[in-house]
């Protein structure tokens, strides 16, 4: 199998980490990384296209050429195939509550930073064509206000879903790390809990794999 991957993007940053959790060997698994260049628009070469119709990353080639896009859709699969630690639920209730964590981090902080970074950083204009840096400035903003509720909910429980880690813990770090391209940093704007819940995660040995 080929894993499709590009190093500074945060979804396929979110794959590899949940791999490591799991604490997988990836030649043992029998799974390849592949770098895209996205800056060398790989990404939407004929022959990734037909991968990857979207052109998106990550994306995970099987064996028998068939190939599964999306980032949770693969972090699906690799529980399936890898239950333990268990990152996504140990039954509907359990993994309905994580799913809907992870949504909203993926909806309301990954997406807004982004979108933020993708329309203000100037080395990230090759993959956002046009710019509209007005919409990535609000787009922060939205980002901020996430931010906040986040924040309140890190001052009551430990991690992201509630009690114990998850995946939606490795989308709000990814995340969080992506958002420095904005120079967002959750301690120096008034989210400590935030900050703190980040500075934790930070000392996980996936988070530095």
Not at 90 to 108: K, N, Q
Not at 118 to 133: D, I, K, V
Not at 166 to 192: S, V, Y
């Amino acid at each position: 199998m080929k894993l499709y991957v590009s190093p500074r993007a945060p979804n396929p940053r979110r794959v590899q980490m949940f791999l490591a959790e799991k604490g997988i060997d990836l030649a043992a698994a029998g799974i390849e990384l592949v770098n895209v260049d996205l800056n060398a628009q790989e990404h939407k070469s004929a022959a990734f296209r037909a991968k990857s119709p979207l052109a998106r990353i990550p994306a995970l080639e099987f064996d028998d050429g068939r190939v599964l896009t999306e980032t949770r859709a693969i972090c699906t699969w690799v529980e399936g195939q890898h239950p333990e630690p268990n990152l996504m639920g140990v039954d509907a209730t359990e993994r309905a509550f994580i799913e809907m964590a992870d949504r909203r981090i993926e909806w309301y902080f990954l997406l807004p930073i982004a979108n933020c970074v993708r329309h203000t950083h100037p080395g990230l204009a090759p993959l956002e064509q046009p710019q509209f840096p007005e919409f990535g400035r609000s787009q922060g903003e939205k980002l901020r206000e996430t931010a906040a509720w986040l924040d309140a909910e890190l001052q009551h429980q430990p991690w992201i879903a509630g009690e114990r880690f998850t995946i939606a813990d490795i989308t709000a770090f990814c995340a969080i790390e992506f958002a420095k391209l904005m120079r967002f940093n959750a301690g120096e704007q008034g989210f400590p809990a935030l900050q703190t819940w980040r500075d934790r995660v930070a000392q996980r040995p996936a988070a530095r794999a």
